[in-house]
Structure formats: C-alpha cells, structure tokens
C-alpha cells in the first residue's frame, strides 16, 4: 500500500522547490527592495572599512583651512568650521550612528520580544501587569521620555543609546504578544505540553521559531527608525559629544553655518537620508516575503472574471469525453431543455513552473427543476468546477484553458465581464460551506440581503428590506422581522446558512450552485436545510448543483450524480444508479470505505494510498494506482467516459458488473 | 471494580464567572455540567454530540489540559488533580490525546523527527540509538516510512499527518488514548484507513479509547459502548449497540433521524427553532425539553438524571421512549 503513496511524496518534493521561489529570488524580484539592499550593503561595506582608508584623522583641526567648499584640493568633501576633513567624519559618524541604530533595535528587540513572547503566553495576570507597564511606557511621548532618560543619566552615546531602546520596546513587546496570543491556542503547543514539555521548553522550542519572522520584520522596520531617532538626540547635543562625529551632531553643528557653509548640513543630512531610506525599502521587502498574508497572494489583486485562454483547446468534438449519452443526438436530446451544460471544462492553476490541471475536461448537464449532485474527495477539482462555471477562480494563478459553459444556451466565456456579474447573483447564485466567513460581519443581515436584491433590480431601501424580511421568512428563520436587524454573529450556524441560502434566493436564480452547504453544520441541522432546500426547490423550480462529498447527503438530495476524481468525472448516472450499482472501482470503493449506520457488521474498507497530484497526472486511469483491477491498458493511454445506457457512464475500461432493473 | 482505569464524579467545568474590579459579577459558560463516565480496561468508550456540547472540553480534562471547576476525575484509582500537581509527566504516560486537526497538531517549523523525539525525550527519558531505533519503530507502526521523519507538516497530507499524531500519542505508551473527532478533518477514503490503523494498534498494545465524535455512524462502528451528550451532561448511554437499535431519549433519536444514509431518502428535520439553550443562563429543568416533541411540565422544572453502569442501558430522561412495537 505504500507503494502509490511514496511515489507521490517522491516527485511532490523536488517539485515544491521550483514551485515556491527562494527568499532571496523573490527579494531580487522587488526592484526597489533590491535597490535597498545595494545601497545599503555599499555603507556598511564602507562604514566597516573605514578605519583601513586612507582619510586623514577626523578630530584633527587645521584652522587655517576651515570651511573648504567640496572638491576642495585635499579634501574631498570639503573642511567644517574647525577646518576637520568633511568625509572622514562623515564615514566614522556614519560608523557610529549605524552602530548605535542597530545595536538599539537589537537591544529592544530582544527584551521587547522577551516581554511579548512571556505575558502572551502565560496571560492572565502576567500578561496584565507587564501589559500595563508597557502601556505606561507609552503614555509618555517618546521623545520626551528618551530626553528624560538621558537628563538622568547624563548626555552621551551609551546613554542615547539606552534611551532609544527602552523607548522602543514598548513597540516590540506589543507586536510579538499579538502574534504569540495566537498561536499559544494552537494545538501543537497542546501537543507539546503533553509532550512532556515544560514551560521555558515550549516557549524557546515551540513559540520562539514561529514569532522569529515577526520579529525578524519589526526588526527590519524599525531600524531605520532608530538611526533617525539616534541623530536627532545628537542633533540637540545628548548624543554624541564632541568631538566625536555622528550624523546627527554633524547636523547639528552644520546647523549654525547653514546660509554660509550649505554643505556642512547638506552632507550629513544626505547621508542620513540615503541610509534611511535603503533600511526602509529592504525592511519592507523583507516584510513582503516574511509575512505569511502576502506571501500567499493578498497583494495580488484577482481580477473580477478568472482568465479566460482558450487557445490551446481544440473544441468538445475532439475531446472525447463530453458525450455522455453516447450518440450525439440523444445527447441533445437530454441537454436541450438544460438550464446548465458543461463541456470539456478545463481549470488550470500556473505557479512556478508547474501547472496543476484541477479541472481536466468535465462535461455534464443540469436539467430544469433537477439537483445534480457532485461529488469527490478534497482535491478532486469539484470546488474549482463550480466557481469556475462562473469565471469566479482568482486570476492569477487560475486560468480557464478550455471548455464551454452553456447558461441557458449561452457561452459564459464569451460573455462580456459586466454581463457575467449580472449573472452572478441573479439567474445563478452562490451557496457556500462557511456562512461565517461569507457574511460580512460589520453589516446586519438584512442590510446585506438589501445589497444582494438592489444589485439586480432598481427598488427602494424599504421594499428591498421588505423583500428580505420575506426571503428570512421563506428560509424558515422564526421573528424574521427582528432578525433581520441581526448581525451575522449573533445567529447560530444552522441559521447562518439560512440566511446564506436567503441571500442566493434573493433574485430568484434559475440556478443554485451550492459547495459543500451543510459540512460545517451539526446533523440535526443539516437535516433542516437539506429539507428547507428540497422544499424550495419544489416550489420555485430552482435547478441546483449540490456539491459535497457525502454519499449519504447526495442520496437525500440529489437526482443524478457525478463522481469527480483528479480532475475528471469518473461515473455519472441517477442517483440510484450510481449508488446501487456503481460501475466504477472508485465509486464503489468510495461508497464502501463510509461507516454506514445500523450496519456495523460491514467491514470499512479503506482506499489504500493517496490521490495522484494534479500537476504530475499519469497518462492512463488516474485511479490505476489504488485500484486492484488495473491492468496495463489502464495506463496505458487516455480513458473515455462510456456510456452503460439509461444516462449512466462510467470512465472505466474494467467497470464493476452492473445490473440494471 | 477493578478493570475500570478512567472514572469521572460529577465532573464540571464552568469558564469565566468572577467578579470584576468593582464586585460586578462576570458571566459564566458552563461548557460541562456534571458528566460521569468510567471506562473499563481495553474498551472503546464513543462519546457523541454536537457542536457546543462539551465533548472537547470534557476530554481536555480528561488529559490534563485543562482542570475541572468541580468534581474529580480518577486514574486507576489515583485522583487526576493530584497526578497534575505532583508529576505532569506520570499523567502524560499514562494518557495521551489526538487531536481533531493534524496538520495544526504539528509545529509547522519543526521537523516530525522533532516533534516525535519529545515524548521519547521527556516522558520515556531515551536518547542517543534507543531513541533513533524507537523513532523507527514508531513510524512502522503508523504505517509510515522512515524517511518521513526529515520532512515538515506541510509536506504531508491531512491522513499522513494524523498518523504522526497518533504515533506521538503512542510514543508516550499510554494506556489510555483520548481521541478528539480523529478522522473529522479527513477524507472519507482516508478516514477508513485511520480507523482501520486505530483498530490495529488498539489490539496490539491492548489501548484503551475514548472516542470523541459528532459522527454518529463512526462511533457506531468502532465503540464497544456509546454516552451521548446534549448541553454539557451525557443523556443516554448504553453498551454495544443497544443505543442505535432503540434509543430511549428523544435527542438520541433524533440525532439518528437526522443522519443522512446513503440510499435513503426522506429524513425527517426537525421545524426551525432547533438551538442550543443560553449557555450563560442553562434552564432549569431538562436542557433538551424546548425542542423536545414528547416534554411535559415535569421536564422543564427539574433535570432528570440516571444512573449510568458500565453494562446497563439509561436515558436521562422522565419519559424515555419505549420499545418500538
């Protein structure tokens, strides 16, 4: 059995390196992060070399030549007031601000993040108490504080140093608690408590790995911060003290001369800008590539319709798979009268160098007034199929490579982007599987029921408010009028869902695509809106594409249904067909592996080994591998959906024995 | 009684409550309410509900994650309270837990040769060729290659992860294994394969499961005795399958009612007012009796109770359906 299973594992893992390009390509790839991390790599080169280059001594005054303009014969850069050489001070006050910025933010990063990491953790009263603290901290306006700090202790640049610091961790201690009270309810750090780990353990083991990129990032950001905050403690003369030379008293002194000698501030000042700057644009790469949120896309804005490319796609006529009632004319008979026909869809995802064929070639009808069930496992394509009917997979990295959807006798993918939105909502609306995460939750639902009706039809606020008091009713929600002044979390799951199915009722779609609707919901409520579904559908003559992956769900729902695997559909047929007499392995394995209630003497036959990965798909039957029926010929080359006669079809060249009645 | 290694008294935990800082009182959550479970040596005790019924928090207690407000909990004998205060480590060898979500049971920046050593490490105190040869052992268990042990959870699918949660709850060779919905979060092919796997390995070091699920039919199929429970407290509970072939609360039958059966049509919902009650404010009678189509006034005036035996059939109900003519 662990034969399929470590094939795939073996070719997943060179894969996911191309897949998923380096930290560092992705930071060449940001243009002015790249620009940063030059410029800034250039002065700490040269701030490091400084004591080797041939520059005369920094602190020695020659009178004589005071207040040279740049370009001057022997000085570069120019002479100050005292007549000392402008860029020798100008490296070794750039060693020393870069020196003080940096060892402050690792000096506030570390105790910051030791408080943050310490009352996240162990919250309560801990977390209380040191929070306080820290909030006292930051009552005060930071620069009077550093200025406090440093009237105490005295002027100098250890003591600005300390100052900067302190006033910074505040900052630090406040991001990292965030990030660890999030992850401190996660179960791994259940898991390592039962692990027989003790608290210091987890927190350096556990906790400390999973907030080093956050801190990593506040790092990045705030050390351009400190130089800033460094130079001007300096600049009003608690920094540095002369005549050691440091951005800021250069600009300091530079200050008193600026309408005779421009150069003496403009030097200093360019510098600090210069550094500054090139921190604050590789910190912000650096945060783009850390930071989990936008790694995954978020910045990426998805496009309103997914891409749609055609070009490589050479027709349903040559794509074999789309005849599902064997002659071409008994398969318009059946489709004529089609609310929704599919053919040949294809679905692909492009990241990196892989393409990952989610959808390959599924082709099916839904009747008027019928439910067509589509069901697989998770990865099988059958999510990716219903958002892709109307062009709503996120592009990039989605593309539509092929296929037609037929609404009503129309190509969806020939249809303009304002036309497809018309649709949206309209004569095909949406019900998704987490009401949760698909209702706003700053908007009562009755508003958001308002917004789904006047998006498709010219009507007041009051009698679209009206009309969504009605559609709360339709759904079966006791007191809609109240309720409709509720806001999402104030409503139970089952309820929730209620409102979800209310919203795509909200125009009288001729079409429902429903993905996986009752999985997140408690039996006794999935009962509920299976049978509010069944009686809506009833009524109006909605027709539905119910999608899930339980065989129990289907029967109770579903007239026909389809079987998805890696991308393909695998078997069609009525429902009855396919769950009494399922002709594919799969089906049948499928059907078999599900404890079934009251029938405990069934042995639970389990699938060995995993599905294939849609970007690495063997040439013949997807399934070749977990089946015991697999001959040579099933991978040998591409398999057809046949038909068995009566709609039932089965993509299959050794199908189970079926009888029919 | 001597086989019975797991029993709870009256066990409750209530969250929040207090007073604030200027003596208001704070509200509370009572998640259970007075659960008694024993568990004998080498069964598989299944423990149903839904969402918000207290099952998870019920079996948090049960491995030390968190303390019950009320009531105690025994282990063999010895009282769980004070296992924890003395030596964490001697509860943990002797329980263990899997959770519901495996890939967010697994610290996405360690390795699974990290995160397995650690039990071995602490709890069982191997190192050096023991503990590399017990790694390998325990991978073969699970069915896994050794090679797995260099990789990340995120290279791994949900049905592979889970079994590297079990192998760290086995790690520890625990007597007992507290389960928390252990194939929810899986597929239904893979789902099979894991309780096939929990089966085997219960036979093989003579386990002892507590088996937590909303999934009626999984817990039909790997229980040896079955508690439901409703808003906090078990309802009815039954030995073999007695529970499925005639339930005698009227939750228990309606959560069979409600389960979708391949093949079957016609399930009967229930009307639209099916909600847990106030968690906050729990009534005062039988918590069940707003939604239930057989309540009188007795039930909602006083929470009916039962004695629940380790052999018999009780319903925690005034009026328990009778046998079906």
């Known amino acids: ?661 | 009684m001597p086989d019975i290694v797991l029993q709870t008294r009256d066990l409750v935990r209530v969250f929040g409550g207090g007073r604030t800082l200027f003596m208001g009182k704070k509200p509370s959550v009572y998640a259970v309410r007075g659960v008694d479970i024993a568990v004998r040596k080498g069964e598989t005790l299944g423990i149903v509900g839904e969402s918000g019924c207290g099952k998870s928090t019920l079996a948090r207690m049960l491995v030390g994650l968190d303390r019950p407000s009320d009531g105690d909990i025994q282990l063999s004998g010895a009282q769980l309270n004070d296992l924890l205060s003395q030596d964490r480590h001697a509860l943990s060898r002797r329980i263990q837990y899997v959770f519901q979500d495996p890939i967010s049971s697994l610290n996405p920046r360690k390795l699974i040769r990290e995160t397995l050593s650690a039990p071995l490490r602490y709890l069982r105190n191997l190192s050096g060729k023991a503990l590399e040869d017990r790694l390998k052992e325990l991978m073969d268990c699970v069915n896994l290659r050794p090679e797995f042990l260099d990789r990340y959870p995120h290279e791994f699918s949900g049905g592979q992860a889970q079994r590297i949660g079990i192998a760290r709850a086995l790690a520890a060779e625990p007597e007992i294994i507290v389960l928390d919905e252990p194939v929810s979060a899986l597929d239904v092919s893979v789902q099979a394969q894991v309780l096939n796997l929990l089966d085997d390995l219960k036979a093989r070091f003579g386990l002892t499961y507590i088996f937590i699920s909303h999934d009626l039919s999984v817990v039909e199929a790997v229980s040896d005795r079955v508690a439901v429970m409703y808003f906090g407290r078990v309802v009815e509970q039954a030995a073999g399958k007695a529970l499925f072939v005639e339930p005698r609360h009227p939750y228990t039958r309606l959560l069979l009612d409600s389960a979708p059966v391949p093949g079957k049509r016609g399930l009967q919902g229930e009307e639209a007012n099916a909600e847990l009650p106030d968690p906050m404010a729990p009534p005062p009678g039988c918590a069940f009796a707003p939604r239930c189509p057989y309540a009188q006034d007795d039930c909602r005036k006083k929470i009916p109770d039962a004695d629940f035996g380790l052999d018999n059939h009780a319903a925690a109900c005034f009026h328990p359906l009778g046998r079906m003519a």
């Open chain 1, 1 to 661: 059995m662990s034969n399929p299973a470590s094939s795939t594992n073996m070719t997943i893992k060179p894969r996911k390196r191309s897949a998923r390009p380096s930290a560092l390509k992705l930071l060449a790839r940001n243009h002015l992060a790249l620009m940063g991390a030059v410029i800034f790599a250039g002065v700490i080169i040269l701030a490091l070399i400084t004591p080797w280059l041939p520059l005369v001594n920094p602190d020695a005054t020659d009178p004589a030549n005071r207040l040279l303009p740049p370009l001057s014969d022997g000085h570069f850069l120019g002479t100050d007031h005292l007549g000392r050489d402008l860029l020798s001070r100008l490296l070794w006050g750039t060693r020393v601000s870069l020196a003080v910025g940096i060892s402050a933010s690792l000096f506030a990063a570390f105790f910051g993040s030791a408080i943050g990491i310490i009352s996240g953790y162990f919250g309560g009263r801990t977390d209380n108490i040191m929070m306080r603290g820290i909030d006292m901290v930051m009552a005060f306006p930071y620069i009077l504080l550093a200025l406090a700090i440093v009237a105490a202790l005295g002027p100098g640049l250890m003591n600005a140093l300390y100052a900067i610091a302190v006033v910074n961790i505040p900052f630090f201690a406040r991001n990292i608690r965030g990030v660890t009270v999030g992850i401190v309810h996660r179960e791994f750090v259940d898991s390592a408590r039962l692990s027989g780990k003790g608290h210091i353990r987890i927190l350096l083991s556990e906790i400390l790995p999973n907030v080093m990129p956050v801190i990593v990032i506040t790092m990045s950001t705030t050390v351009g911060w400190m130089i800033l905050e460094t130079a001007g403690l300096s600049f009003l003369g608690l920094g540095a003290q002369p005549p050691q030379a440091d951005l800021g008293s250069m600009l300091g002194e530079g200050r008193k001369l600026i309408t005779t000698a421009l150069h003496l501030s403009a030097i200093p000042g360019g510098m600090i800008f210069v550094l500054v700057m090139s921190i604050n644009l590789l910190g912000d790469g650096i945060r783009d590539i850390l930071d989990p949120r936008l790694k995954s896309g978020a910045l990426a804005r998805p496009a309103p319709v997914t891409r749609i490319d055609r070009s490589t796609w050479d027709g349903p006529a040559h794509a074999g798979s789309g005849h599902v009632n064997g002659q071409p004319g008994a398969k318009r008979d059946a489709e004529k009268g089609a609310i929704l026909s599919v053919e040949d869809l294809r679905t692909e995802f492009v990241l990196g160098d892989d393409v990952y064929k989610a959808v390959g070639g599924v082709s099916f009808h839904v009747g008027r007034n019928e439910c067509v069930g589509l069901v697989g496992e998770s990865g099988s394509g059958k999510s990716v199929t219903a958002l892709s009917l109307l062009g709503l997979v996120a592009s990039p990295p989605g593309t539509i490579a092929g296929g037609r959807v037929m609404l009503d006798g129309r190509d969806v993918f020939d249809m303009h982007e304002q036309e497809i939105r018309a649709i949206r909502g309209g004569r095909a609306a949406y019900v998704f599987q987490d009401p949760l995460s698909t209702l706003h939750p700053l908007f009562s639902v009755g508003d958001q029921l308002v917004e789904a009706i006047r998006a498709h039809n010219r009507v007041s606020y009051k009698e679209a408010w009206q009309k969504a008091v009605e559609l709360l009713r339709m759904v079966r929600i006791p007191n809609p009028e109240k309720r409709a002044d509720s806001y999402p979390h104030q409503l139970s799951g089952g309820m929730r869902q209620r409102v979800g199915i209310a919203m795509a009722l909200a125009n009288e779609p001729e079409l429902i695509i429903a993905d996986e609707p009752t999985t997140a919901l408690d039996v006794t409520v999935q009962a509920q809106i299976l049978k509010l579904m069944n009686n809506l559908r009833e009524q109006h003559g909605t027709s539905v594409l119910f999608i899930t992956h339980d065989f129990g769900v289907v029967s109770e729902i579903c007239d026909r249904v389809a079987v998805m695997y890696a991308g393909q559909i695998v078997e069609m047929g009525t429902t009855q067909q396919v769950l009494e007499n399922p002709a594919h392995p799969y089906t049948k394995r499928l059907i078999d592996c599900v404890p079934r209630l009251g029938e405990t003497a069934r042995e639970i036959a389990a699938i060995p080994g995993l599905p294939p990965a849609v970007n690495d798909l063997p040439v013949g039957c997807a399934f070749a591998d977990r089946c015991d029926r697999a001959a040579d010929a099933c991978r040998a080359g591409a398999i057809d959906l046949d038909p068995l006669g009566d709609g039932h079809a089965v993509r299959c060249i050794k199908p189970m024995e079926v009888r029919h009645a």
